[in-house]
């Protein structure tokens, strides 16, 4: 998205700025009003103003003491601001004086009641130096100056070291004396340590910057001052400073400002010596490269993205030497991206250069992504005596929580490099007061095969308060992705999948939180997971080719994760009108609360979705509502909206605008290239023009089930045998040899006090560990939601504990509260389909069900014997020994995907297989 299709016109000059065309009508004259008499009442005494009212109202204007620098790639900017702030000065009856020092145009015109005194910086550092504060001395307090382009006295000195020192010794003094002086700095001439140690000087410190269509302001500190808004992006229009909410919009306007964020030394490693020669070879401004060239293209990719050869061959085709220079130019540290960062940029390429008779570029929202490098990683480790305790840890057979949890400590109370922590603050400037995600991405994660899905950690980072404050909660959130790298989901996932000596390394992703503000939150309209094949075809009319979508309204979490009593929309792309539930189940089967994050509080939150759209002025809320009256569902919605009798069905997104057709295509076309099913996180809203705008978060390779087709049933098991049935599964598989169940009755779990269902998925966990080393297989069987995060839905049980059962079983009750979930697109369902783990919903009060109530009633509890330390759970947790209570039988259960049935029975040793 250009910045001139969000902003309106293209830009013109009024007294020398550049300034904004109108959002709505050519008529207005964009320029920032200066202070009239009329408006003075609405600074405070104690208030300096600029000269610019708009301005004022974003910075609360300047205090005594402030020294105020101008990052600016033209130096009109800064004289169009200098000179407003004289003009206001002189107005004012302030000293107004100009130290001219540089031999770029004047900033200021000579004007009455402003002295202009020239200083020659060509006599060096001290010489220049001691007559600026000569000239301090002199003029005394409350005084304002205005002095040239600091980025002139590195050509005289040679040195950022001298510049930097100069105004260190320069500043404090002008605050002493309750100056305001201005100050002008050239983007991207100075290193890193310069203009670190200038910004933790001055007072204030702004950034101006052009875009196609503009001027954009974006104020990076402000000492002693805070509003929600102050550190956002502002764009000129109707002659105010407008800040720039929209995730797509901010992330144009942003990126277009940067084009190089972090700057770093160079050095004689391939890693600087290949960026710098390919950078060498792109400013020649060349279209076809070279056979030299297409190697060190390659060699840069694979230290990007690695050497995974199915990868290597997208990137090499897709990612062109322009993208790849603008992922490094965006790093943090050194390394690769991660599996999480190069899907999500394959398959944006992908999208962008193979979209076919349709236009994605208008469709995909502008992304501004940052990256840490996966060097940073092992840097943090070293630094903070940490990488012996990884080592330990990834050996150890079982990690507890309780472990973990002071493992997180141990991260926490890390250090990084100055030099990293730098860049982390640019990050931060850069973003303003955006929210953002800190989302783990390490090497081997997303890749093909191993999906570790959940596995690392994710933070929302509302990013509110001032500067440092956003890096201390940055470099927390930071700490946190690092330490989940040893968290016990992971290392058991990464001994599963016989990845346990796998080079891993935690890289990380860093993205602007997709979305619009509204009251005081934050959050995207729509967000989901969506796969390339149905697994869940709930009906014959559905083609699982097509694919499904996992929709919810608000932040995704809730399409991901198993979340209280919410259930989002499952569409197919195929036929999307045609929903699992019919009739009033729908209003049971719907997304009820929304995740967001509440700018006003700084966290992440859940509000009931009745709640947040009360007031019925959520935009476009007609597509995604609709109205429940008299015990009937209609999508027709006279008159306003409210939010008691509304049900979130997204009936008429699905069929007013073309957001599933879309969704479809970029599956089949990311599907091709990949050559394999892909699943893809993504954002999405609907425009002023009702249309579909979709920012594309993430994409990796689909883990199909071994058995999808038909499976055939067995004939004639004895009715005594069968222990239950289903007619409703996703995944497949025959198992012959099943010794172990451990059965937890509903409604024994319904009665336990909450800090015993508290416990019940750590004892779990400790049978099933304990059962992987006897080598044994077995089934779980267990009320609602294995996995739930709410106790009174299910057991709250983690991967770890679950991870080496054959068989998953969710049992409801009637009344009981406990109603099982196909979870199909969530984390827990890919941990189940990854581990080839068959998942069961059972309904023991329906008689097709076939449950064998007695069998799991009187058969002998044994957990005493295998975990005598947790005998005293034994009331709640029944661990069977089916070998014991069925005269050597084991359990065989075979399930049928193709035609939803599953059977569970008892299977004679003589026909063990």
């Given at each position: 998205m250009d910045c001139k299709g969000v902003y309106g016109r293209s830009a013109h000059y009024v007294d020398g700025m550049p300034v904004l065309g109108s959002l709505e009508s050519n008529t207005h004259k964009n320029k920032l009003d200066p202070i009239e008499e009329k408006d003075m009442e609405k600074i405070k005494p104690e208030i300096i103003s600029s000269g610019v009212l708009s301005l004022d109202e974003v910075i609360q204007g300047f205090r005594l003491g402030d020294n105020v620098v101008w990052q600016v790639d033209d130096l009109d900017d800064y004289s169009y601001y200098a000179e407003r702030f004289i003009y206001q000065g002189i107005r004012d009856g302030r000293r107004c004086v100009y130290i001219s020092f540089a031999p770029h145009d004047p900033v200021l015109k000579p004007m009455e009641h402003l002295d202009l005194i020239p200083v020659d910086p060509g006599k060096g550092f001290d010489f220049f130096s001691s007559e600026v504060h000569k000239i301090i001395e002199k003029y005394g307090k409350q005084v304002f100056y205005v002095f040239d382009n600091l980025s002139s006295l590195v050509v005289e000195w040679a040195t950022d070291e001298l510049l930097a020192n100069f105004f260190k010794v320069t500043c404090p003094y002008l605050f002493e004396l309750d100056t305001i002086a201005f100050f002008a700095l050239t983007r991207g001439k100075h290193s890193h340590s310069a203009v670190a140690r200038i910004r933790d000087t001055t007072q204030i410190l702004i950034d101006v910057y052009r875009v196609e269509s503009g001027t954009c302001l974006h104020p990076l500190k402000v000492y002693d001052r805070y509003s929600p808004q102050m550190f956002l992006p502002h764009v000129v229009s109707h002659g105010k400073l407008v800040p720039v909410f929209n995730s797509g919009d901010a992330a144009a306007v942003s990126a277009s400002r940067h084009k190089k964020v972090f700057l770093s030394t160079s050095t004689i490693a391939p890693w600087d010596s290949v960026y710098k020669k390919l950078t060498q070879y792109y400013e020649t401004g060349m279209d076809t490269l070279s056979p030299e060239t297409i190697a060190l293209k390659q060699e840069l990719s694979r230290m990007i993205i690695g050497y995974h050869p199915l990868f290597n061959k997208l990137a090499d085709h897709y990612l062109t030497l322009e993208e790849l220079l603008n992922i490094r130019d965006r790093m943090i540290g050194s390394g690769r991206v991660g599996g999480k960062a190069a899907g999500m940029l394959i398959a944006r390429s992908i999208l962008l250069k193979d979209g076919g008779h349709r236009d994605f570029s208008g469709i995909l929202e502008p992304h501004d992504s940052f990256y840490i490098g996966s060097d940073v990683f092992f840097t943090f480790l070293v630094n903070n005596y940490l990488f012996r305790l990884r080592l330990q840890l990834?050996?150890?057979?079982?990690?507890?929580?309780?472990?973990?949890?002071?493992?997180?400590?141990?991260?926490?109370?890390?250090?990084?490099?100055?030099?990293?922590?730098?860049?982390?603050?640019?990050?931060?400037?850069?973003?303003?007061?955006?929210?953002?995600?800190?989302?783990?991405?390490?090497?081997?994660e997303d890749s093909f095969g191993n999906a570790f899905a959940g596995k690392y950690r994710s933070e929302f980072c509302t990013n509110q308060g001032n500067p440092d404050e956003r890096l201390e909660e940055l470099i927390r959130a930071i700490k946190l992705v690092y330490a989940s790298a040893l968290n016990p989901d992971a290392l058991s996932y990464r001994r599963v999948h016989g990845l346990k000596d796998d080079d891993e390394k935690m890289a990380i992703l860093v993205q602007r939180?997709?979305?619009?503000?509204?009251?005081?939150?934050?959050?995207?309209?729509?967000?989901?997971?969506?796969?390339?094949?149905?697994?869940?075809?709930?009906?014959?009319?559905?083609?699982?080719?097509?694919?499904?979508?996992?929709?919810?309204?608000g932040l995704g979490t809730r399409a991901v994760d198993r979340v209280g009593r919410d259930y989002p929309r499952?569409?197919?792309?195929?036929?999307?009108?045609?929903?699992?539930?019919?009739?009033?189940?729908?209003?049971?089967?719907?997304?009820?609360?929304?995740?967001?994050?509440?700018?006003?509080?700084?966290?992440?939150?859940?509000?009931?979705?009745?709640?947040?759209?009360?007031?019925?002025?959520?935009?476009?809320?007609?597509?995604?509502?609709?109205?429940?009256?008299?015990?009937?569902?209609?999508?027709?919605?006279?008159?306003?909206?409210?939010?008691?009798?509304?049900?979130?069905?997204?009936?008429?997104?699905?069929?007013?605008?073309?957001?599933?057709?879309?969704?479809?295509?970029?599956?089949?076309?990311?599907?091709?290239s990949y050559d394999h099913p892909v699943d893809m996180e993504f954002t999405a809203f609907v425009d002023s023009n009702n249309r579909i705008r979709i920012n594309l978060l993430q994409c990796r390779t689909m883990t199909i089930p071994g058995i999808t087709g038909p499976v055939v049933m067995p004939a004639d098991v004895p009715r005594e045998n069968i222990l239950f049935s289903s007619s409703k599964i996703i995944n497949g598989g025959v198992i012959n040899d099943i010794r172990y169940i451990v059965y937890i009755d509903p409604r024994v779990y319904a009665g336990i006090e909450e800090h015993v269902k508290k416990s019940v998925g750590r004892v779990v966990g400790r049978i099933n560990e304990r059962l992987r080393l006897e080598g044994v297989r077995f089934i779980l069987m267990g009320p609602g939601r294995w996995g739930s995060n709410n106790i009174d839905l299910g057991v709250n049980t983690s991967y770890s504990d679950i991870d080496n059962t054959a068989v998953l079983v969710e049992i409801a009750r009637e009344g009981g509260g406990h109603t099982p979930e196909v979870s199909y697109g969530t984390h827990f369902f890919q941990d189940l389909v990854e581990g080839h783990i068959i998942y069961i919903p059972v309904y023991p009060d329906i008689p097709e069900s076939e449950f064998n109530e007695e069998f799991f009633e009187v058969s002998e509890n044994v957990l005493a014997e295998l975990l005598p330390d947790d005998k005293k759970f034994s009331s709640v947790i029944k661990l069977i020994d089916v070998q014991s209570s069925a005269d050597g039988a084991y359990v065989a259960v075979v399930a049928d995907p193709q035609n939803q049935n599953a059977i569970c029975y008892l299977n004679p040793p003589d026909l063990i297989s």
């Open positions: 990834s050996e150890n057979s079982r990690i507890t929580r309780e472990m973990f949890e002071e493992v997180e400590k141990r991260f926490l109370a890390g250090k990084f490099p100055e030099e990293i922590t730098e860049q982390f603050r640019n990050l931060i400037d850069y973003f303003g007061q955006a929210p953002i995600i800190v989302r783990s991405s390490s090497l081997l939180v997709s979305g619009v503000p509204y009251k005081h939150y934050f959050f995207p309209t729509l967000a989901g997971v969506t796969f390339s094949r149905n697994l869940f075809a709930w009906t014959p009319r559905i083609d699982p080719e097509k694919g499904m979508i996992r929709l919810v309204f499952m569409i197919a792309v195929s036929h999307p009108e045609i929903r699992p539930e019919i009739g009033m189940g729908i209003t049971k089967y719907s997304q009820w609360d929304v995740d967001l994050l509440d700018i006003k509080a700084n966290e992440f939150r859940t509000l009931p979705v009745s709640e947040l759209i009360a007031d019925g002025d959520y935009p476009d809320l007609k597509l995604f509502m609709s109205l429940y009256k008299d015990g009937h569902l209609s999508d027709k919605h006279p008159g306003r909206m409210g939010g008691a009798n509304l049900i979130l069905t997204f009936n008429n997104l699905i069929r007013q605008t073309d957001f599933v057709e879309i969704v479809g295509e970029m599956l089949k076309i990311i599907e091709k």
